[in-house]
């Protein structure tokens, strides 16, 4: 079993750029995501990346604003959020899986963080 601990969350306002933090201990070469839960909406991808080394996935909806990456060293992954919008404004959850493959369905992901809140005001 993985763990994923958080780290990162709060409030900024629209344009400002906030980095998340997971770190995942139990076990080493996961590929690990983050998923948005937006109030009233379900959860989405957001990003992953594989223990492998390979280039992040990303969804249409971020692509150019933020950015995933891995230090392998920490078992830990950092998502760079710039030019942030309100409609970013969501409860952001790190996963894991097994596989190599850094998928982008949700059910692929067997481990989950408890959420960091990220609140952008217009």
């Known amino acids: 079993q993985v763990q994923l601990v958080e780290s990162g969350g709060g409030l900024v306002q629209a344009g400002e750029s906030l980095r998340l933090s997971c770190a995942a201990s139990g076990r080493s070469f996961v590929t690990m995501a983050w998923f948005q839960e937006a109030p009233g909406k379900e959860r989405e991808f957001v990003a992953a990346v594989s223990w492998t080394g390979g280039s992040a996935v990303y969804a249409d909806s971020v692509k150019g604003r933020f950015t995933l990456t891995r230090d392998n060293t920490k078992n830990t992954v950092y998502l760079q959020m710039k030019s942030l919008k309100p409609e970013d404004t969501a409860v952001y959850y790190c996963?894991?899986?097994?596989?190599?493959?850094?998928?982008?369905?949700?059910?692929?992901?067997?481990?989950w963080g408890q959420g960091a809140q990220v609140t952008v005001s217009s």
């Open positions: 996963a894991a899986r097994s596989g190599a493959l850094a998928t982008m369905v949700i059910d692929d992901y067997k481990s």
